[in-house]
């Protein structure tokens, strides 16, 4: 179908329907270590503190993932071959840093759904790396299978599943009031101290902006086999954005109510946090929901482990064929790319050991650090482009969310480096 005819096209409550997937998909990447982690225990650390930095990164990075469905709907190609075909300088900058950061990635979203599953099943008696290696296996086995377009249909059922259950938690914590003991005092996240944890729920929320290109990937995927209109594509888009905006802000509620103040010690290591949410589950709602929403949680991140493994290997994949300048990626090279990163991840793994707190909070700032550059990436993407010329309003949103980018990058680094000390 060509641009034209994909412009024409009605758009109807069904056809925005048949358009949902690549946003959905890019929802279940997203509600992973950012939301039932970061999310969570800033709520429980510091309140209601850090919901404005919450919703901030939200909207200041909206325009970076909307390029990606406003681009690839425009002009029928990836971002990915938007930076081929911008300058190969781009195109090897962004593959460079997808290079580094499927790994980190892939690794931690996996070891926290190893965490899940030895703490749900404890009798099984093996290590953390091990359940991570046979997480591994499995998303390979079910990619090499075929069977992700299966998976993609579950993961609607596992966002929506838990979206309602964690807005039913949060409103039956909200109805009980805060839990804070009387001589509890509270905490400033406004310190140099603080500016770590800050830095790392921003890394991943919603997702790391490379995510961006990942889907457009496939949204590229989805109109070769269901054509949709540019608005049915923006619907898409924002129902996957708005839905992982909306629960990161759920989450931190749930940890506000439940556990903000009411003495209990806030585990920071990743696995061990899991364990104390679904405790806030089912307190909240009652023992019966224990076996369910660890079902739930082990679901979400098992979504977007895989998920990950897929996207990264798609875009690596698509770089280097751009690089190399050939027409098409064979199943076999997509494959071994699926492989690389769910090796290289799962050694990432294995590397940090016994390290997985700091596994995971390494991913989220590694991500918050890279991400004015892929977020500059976008911009003069679509910028440079005359046929895909921003709004006013979208442009101002994009300079301003440089700018916070990289102020708090560069805040973080000189922080790093002791100059603020």
């Not at 954005?241 to 290591?269: D, K, R």
């Not at 739930?296 to 990264?312: H, L, P, S």
Request: proline residues 3%.
């Amino acid at each position: 179908m060509s641009q034209n005819q994909t412009h024409t096209l009605t758009s109807t409550w069904q056809s925005r329907m048949s358009a949902l997937g690549p946003g959905i998909l890019m929802a279940s990447a997203a509600i992973g270590g950012s939301h039932l982690i970061a999310s969570t225990q800033a709520g429980a650390l510091y309140g209601w503190q850090l919901a404005l930095i919450i919703v901030l990164t939200n909207i200041l990075k909206y325009p970076f993932f909307r390029f990606s469905a406003h681009y690839t709907m425009d002009a029928g190609k990836s971002l990915v071959q938007g930076y081929a075909e911008k300058s190969h300088f781009y195109l090897w900058v962004f593959t460079l840093l997808c290079f580094i950061s499927a790994t980190i990635n892939a690794g931690a979203v996996a070891v926290v759904t190893a965490a899940i599953i030895k703490m749900a099943l404890p009798s099984l008696g093996l290590e953390t790396g091990m359940i991570a290696a046979l997480i591994m296996l499995s998303c390979l086995l079910i990619l090499l299978s075929g069977q992700y377009r299966a998976l993609d249909r579950v993961s609607k059922a596992i966002v929506a599943s838990l979206a309602v259950a964690t807005m039913i938690t949060a409103g039956i914590a909200m109805s009980r009031g805060m839990q804070m003991q009387p001589d509890f005092i509270e905490p400033t996240p406004w310190t140099l101290t603080g500016l770590g944890f800050i830095i790392a729920l921003m890394g991943w929320m919603p997702a790391p902006i490379e995510i961006s290109a990942i889907n457009s990937l496939w949204v590229t995927e989805k109109q070769k086999i269901q054509p949709s209109s540019y608005r049915d594509g923006i619907f898409d888009f924002n129902v996957g954005f708005y839905t992982s905006a909306v629960l990161a802000v759920v989450f931190l509620v749930l940890g506000a109510y439940v556990q903000y103040g009411n003495g209990e010690t806030v585990q920071m290591a990743g696995g061990k946090y899991i364990d104390q949410l679904i405790n806030m589950y089912a307190v909240t709602i009652g023992e019966w929901a224990r076996p369910l929403v660890a079902f739930i949680a082990f679901a979400c991140m098992y979504g977007t482990t895989i998920t990950v493994i897929d996207g990264y290997a798609r875009a690596m994949s698509e770089s280097v064929r751009l690089i190399r300048r050939k027409e098409s990626i064979s199943k076999g090279e997509l494959f071994g790319w699926y492989i690389w990163v769910a090796g290289s991840g799962l050694a990432m793994i294995l590397w940090f050991n016994s390290a997985m707190a700091e596994l995971l909070k390494f991913a989220m700032i590694s991500a918050f650090l890279a991400a004015p550059i892929f977020a500059w990436l976008n911009y003069r993407l679509v910028k440079a482009d005359k046929k895909h010329k921003l709004s006013k309003g979208m442009e101002a949103l994009a300079i301003v969310g440089l700018v916070y980018l990289v102020g708090f990058s560069v805040l973080f680094l000189l922080n790093l480096a002791g100059f603020l000390s």
